[in-house]
């Protein structure tokens, strides 16, 4: 299958093709083609340039031909770290912290995790898998073309091994590219509340055995915070990850200085998301590292926390991705164009940068960068055509308008 689009406005984030991530000064950059045509061949991107050079008379030669006048072309967003398989909404607990009751609160009474994890383990993973896909489904509409999904809201074997498999079946059901992460060391059930190295035996000697044996996780992923899991217990669950080869990505430094950035380093992780807390320990432990930070700003957006000092951590030199921890409890959306907007609006980064943390960036946060994440040759063609608008910085500005028109996932 042979497209070509022609007459693009701006096509925006072209890279070379040995640029695995973009730090610091250079996330400010998303090289651009004003006036482009791009070629797509087989679901790759085949070449692109500048309308003044294209022969307007090979255009019959391709199967599909797109006169897309007006409107800019970018990569589609990679969403590294969402909880995207989940039972039910808590919009109660909503009301509850609009009451005054902190999350920290509503977690201890049972709510939060607990709370969706008696609700899962009370859905058939028939029901699970189709609510899980028809998020995905309008994920992808949003110009979600590449996504990360946790268990974690299962705590027992079966449940866990439960929701692992959906994810499974949304793999092999979706043309969008899934990782798939294993949190069970999401929260302590409340039986395990007391005994907290009796749950930690549970996953290292029961479930993640399973885990590995029918191949359900490319990640493993613990919620290292004060009052779940301290940094000493998310490092057995690490070291017993590595044992059966999955690499880390975790939770860290949400609600505390839990010393989870400086233990997810030390653990070769792929990334470490939330970052809310971050002091120079934690920002010198990124720095000497291939660890990515991975900030989640609707989750600090929708339970009132301080923003992630995205700032001090690219002015650092950091590269730095922007995921939108999609979950019942502290982020009920998958709107990565919004994720976008409060990047811009709270956390001080540049649509640019913005763009660039939500493509390439968080693609290497699912190690998908050498496959996608950019307007490279030989790369997926995956790809937002957006509406008719005036520049690519429009996206984040109109924070409640949908400015997608199209999304291609490897091409169609
Ligand atoms: O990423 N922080 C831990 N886990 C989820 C929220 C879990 C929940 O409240 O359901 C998060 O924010
Ligand atoms: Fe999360």
Redesign the pocket.
Known sequence: MKTILFNIKNLSGILDVNIEKLSGAAMAQMHRINDAWLWIEDGRIHSFGKMQDLDMQIIEHFDLQMNVEGQCIMPAYNDSHT?LVYAASRESEFVDRIKGLPYEEIAKKGG??LN?AKRLQETSEEELFELALERLQNAELLGTTNIEIKSGYGLTTETELKMLRVIRRLKASSRQTIKATFLAA?AYPMEYKQNHQGYIDLIINEMLPRVADEGLADYIDA?CEDGFFSAAETEQILEAGEKYGLKAKI?AN?LHYSGGIQMGVKHKAVSVD?LECVGDDELNSLLNSNTIGTL?PT?AFFINLPYQPARKMIDAGLAIALAS?C?????PSYNMSFVCSLACTQLKMTPEEAFNACTINGAYAMELQNETGSITVGKYADLILTKKIPSLAYIPYSFTENCIDQVFIKGM
């Open positions: 909880h939060g995790i969706s999401h919620f939770h949400q939330h989640l989750a921890d979950n019942p409890g502290t982020s």
